[in-house]
């Protein structure tokens, strides 16, 4: 599939009639979202024939990429029950097979590496400090390849230091650096567009050491 035509399918997709503040609810734009995942396939491998799951998906968009790419399965998860109503319909009108959980995705009880990719779009922490480490800090559990995500250009040394001191990433690079427009969502916005700087990284898990059996 062609970037456009990835970036046209998600245009289409419906998003958040009332976004919730606490839980900066933020769409991922079609821009933004189809050359995430374009280049998480076309460049790394890391979404055909993979299992994927798209963490705080809220509608769904990221996931609904993933699949239009050929994921084996999605999977996506989200705190807000109404998010995910949106996102199964967004999922049903392409004919897309995703698997929506209601969860916290910071209590996730899943154990060990159960997902090859994780995408995701996290809470950037501005109205609570560390959420998207939060985020970063379980991805790095579950994701047997590649964890891609969003942060704040701003905060690039610190997630860096963070996915490799911290989190024992394997690799942490930035992919390329976007323009996010947050639009006027919420009433404290003061301009109609407030426009952000983000980068794109793609974070490779520790390798797991593998314990050696003497014979």
């Not at 419906?14 to 976004?19: A, E, I, K, V």
């Not at 949106?86 to 004919?95: G, M, P, V």
């Not at 501005?126 to 390849?145: E, H, I, P, W, Y």
């Not at 639009?183 to 952000?196: R, S």
Request: proline share 4%; with cysteine.
């Amino acid at each position: 599939m062609k970037l456009k035509q990835l970036e046209s399918f998600l245009g289409d997709l419906q998003q958040f009639s009332n976004p919730k503040v606490e839980l900066e609810q933020y769409p991922t734009g079609p821009h933004i979202a189809s050359r995430m995942l374009y280049t998480a396939e076309n460049s790394f491998g890391d979404v055909s024939n993979k299992v994927v799951a798209d963490f705080g998906c809220g509608c769904g968009t990221l996931g609904v990429a993933a699949a239009l790419l050929g994921a084996e399965h999605v999977i996506g998860l989200d705190i807000d029950p109404q998010s995910l109503e949106i996102a199964s319909l967004n999922a049903e009108d392409l004919e897309l097979d995703i698997n929506f959980v209601h969860c916290d995705v910071k209590n996730l009880g899943w154990r060990g590496r159960i997902v090859d990719t994780v995408v995701m779009n996290p809470p950037f922490g501005t109205r609570k400090k560390g959420a998207d480490m939060d985020f970063l800090a379980v991805a790095l559990k579950v994701a047997s390849q590649a964890v891609y995500s969003l942060h704040k250009s701003s905060t690039r040394d610190h997630v860096r230091k963070a996915a490799l001191r911290n989190f024992n990433a394997s690799s942490a690079e930035v992919i390329c650096e976007l323009r996010y427009d947050v639009p006027q969502l919420y009433k404290f916005h003061k301009k109609k567009e407030v426009d952000i700087a983000v980068d794109l990284w793609r974070f490779v898990p520790p390798k797991d050491k593998l314990e050696v059996h003497h014979s």
